[in-house]
């Protein structure tokens, strides 16, 4: 899996990235705002962080300790379509720390913690109406190695269309976790020595799944502020998905999409846990247990068009293991590291090319991808949660012709 580590691959990208900002700095001065564009839909998106503690000893950190874990809230507003001007603001786009943390075993510079300072993200920092709805729940699980930080752009544009986007951080996995106290916890050495070996990776995936099931009993428990009140699922078997107001207790339902090793997290935990509806996998291999198993429940798959393909296993399991209703997408001109923001970071910083070469972001536009992926799971989700008809998902669509269709199949048909 070492290949599909965010370490190992976008580490050279955020290189380059660092030291054209270096030399920028150098030559102006000081560098200007970038606000990277992420809220395609129409509402407002408030930004927090919360810390999930469990009573799970932590199997990746290096002393003996309970595991604790981030979880970052992208909350939109359904209540109004605009943010007022006081609570307006331009937030970073990641804490030094993790940037830092990719680049401190290459890079010996003063500006390595300020890597993408110039970068920001649009916040709206005003209070949450204890009557304000919520949305419908949508958990993401990051890369191998990966944060949620990456993925801004694909977050902020579910959750300004309606979607309360819960992003997981796994510690001692991830680059570098900070939490509220200060502490940062670091890609350990442990995790490091299980990712050499198939077994190991599959243990990996084994806490992921954990980390979901602790994060999913939190806001169950209503730990997790603004998420609403929820009746323990085992004794409500609705189906429905949850969209209602904050003083309200319904069943937790969800739905969950990831990349690279987060989706293959996505598909296991919907196959496992009642609570998760549906899942999409971006570009991800399959880990145990789903790798040996059978998917019931919806399933989107959108693969790179990378070659040789990072999910080289798709076919087989597509074919012989989903047996729920299911659909696969390839967007053209597009590779494993195109689904993060490096593309409209590349872009908005005019260093595509030479300073972030294709091999990381692909040809393809990277506002027509981003649109693409928003459109594409928006309207899964969308058919998951009311059976509105998924016109893109069930053929080649005349809209998105740069979309390669591989199959489609309703429950129980077949490939």
Known sequence: MKFHSILSIAVPALFRLACAAESATTTSGSQSNAVLTAQLGPYPVSIYSHEVKTLRP???APTAQLRRLMITVYRPFLDNFSCPLEHQSQIPYAPPAVTAALLSTLLSSPNSSSILSSVKLVNCSRPVPPSSPSGPLLLFSPGYGGTHDGYASMLQAAASSGYTVVAIDHTY???AVV????????????????DSSTSGQNFLQAVRIADTVSVLDAIERGDVPGLGRYSNSSHNPSTGCNSTSSSSFMPLRALMYGHSFGGSTAVNVAASDARILAAANIDGLYYKPVANGTVHKPLLMIQSASLPPVAAGWPAFYSTQVRGWKTW???NNTVHYGYTDLPLLADLLGLRGAVIPEELVGTVDSRRLQETVWRYTLQFFAYVLTGATPDLLDGPSA????????????AGAGQ
Do not use: K, M, Q
């Open 58 to 60: 932590d199997p990746l």
């Open 173 to 175: 996995e991830a680059a």
């Open 179 to 194: 939490f509220p106290d200060g502490f940062v916890a670091y890609y350990s050495n442990i995790t490091d020595a299980y």
């Open 329 to 331: 997408v390839r967007p």
């Open 399 to 410: 809209e998105f012709p740069d979309v390669e269709f591989i199959g489609h199949a309703e």
